[in-house]
């Protein structure tokens, strides 16, 4: 079946850090891939997709790609801020759209 | 544009009481996804519509909770009696028919005492 695995948080990092997020899925056939975040207090907002292999999604200075061979969808940021903490979700919709597939959320602090 | 709306934002019951969640899809998309989010279980998807038709609502805790959607632009979820283990955030989403993208409400906290 079809599944997300994600980096367990809590992740802590100081301003201006490099960040990584892993994630790795499973799936049937050719899924399209998601980082959503989640800020306090607030719903889900998606963040960047890849939608088929050697993709990279990119916003806000986040970069992930579709990477087929090694099934996974790695979260990258050069240099983060006080403002990206948040709770970072990984997730794939199957062939068809309608399922949805989530990880279970990293929580990242950036610290000044 | 307007985001998909769920009200109330907040919501505080006893046990035992009747709890109605409301949702306001985007306009013109026709799935709709209704999650609850705990600290204990992440983020579990309840139930989701097709062009207002429940197709799989497997991920339903128990009879106690049911959803509707009478009409494109409008959905509940209802939790009769309440207990305190549904105190929960529940959001809603809803997305085009096949698209691969979902929009997702600010969600609801529901507190059940």
């Known amino acids: 079946g079809n599944s997300v695995t994600q980096m367990e948080g809590p992740v802590t990092l100081s301003e201006e850090a490099f960040l990584t997020i892993n994630c790795t899925y499973t799936a049937t056939g050719y899924p399209s891939l998601f980082w959503y975040v989640q800020y306090p207090g607030e719903g889900l907002q998606l963040l960047l997709k890849a939608t088929k292999a050697d993709d990279k999604g990119s916003n806000k200075g986040f970069e992930a790609t579709y990477r087929k061979e090694t099934t996974s969808f790695h979260l990258e940021k050069g240099s983060v801020q006080v403002s990206d903490s948040a709770v970072y979700f990984c997730a794939l919709s199957d062939q068809s759209g309608n399922q949805f597939y989530f990880g279970t959320g990293t929580s990242l602090t950036v610290i000044p | 544009d307007a985001g998909v709306i769920q009200s109330p934002r907040h919501e505080v019951t006893e046990m035992g009481q009747e709890v109605t969640l409301r949702c306001k899809p985007i306009?013109?998309?026709?799935?709709l996804f209704w999650y609850r989010q705990t600290m204990m279980r992440g983020l579990e998807l309840l139930i989701y519509f097709n062009n207002n038709v429940p197709i799989d609502d497997s991920g339903m805790p128990e009879d106690r909770f049911s959803a509707k959607m009478p009409n494109a632009s409008f959905s509940t979820l209802k939790i009769q009696p309440s207990e305190p283990r549904d105190s929960a955030v529940y959001f809603c989403a809803s997305s085009l028919l096949g698209g691969d993208t979902q929009y997702f409400g600010p969600g609801t906290r529901l507190t059940v005492l």
């Open positions: 306009s013109g998309h026709n799935s």
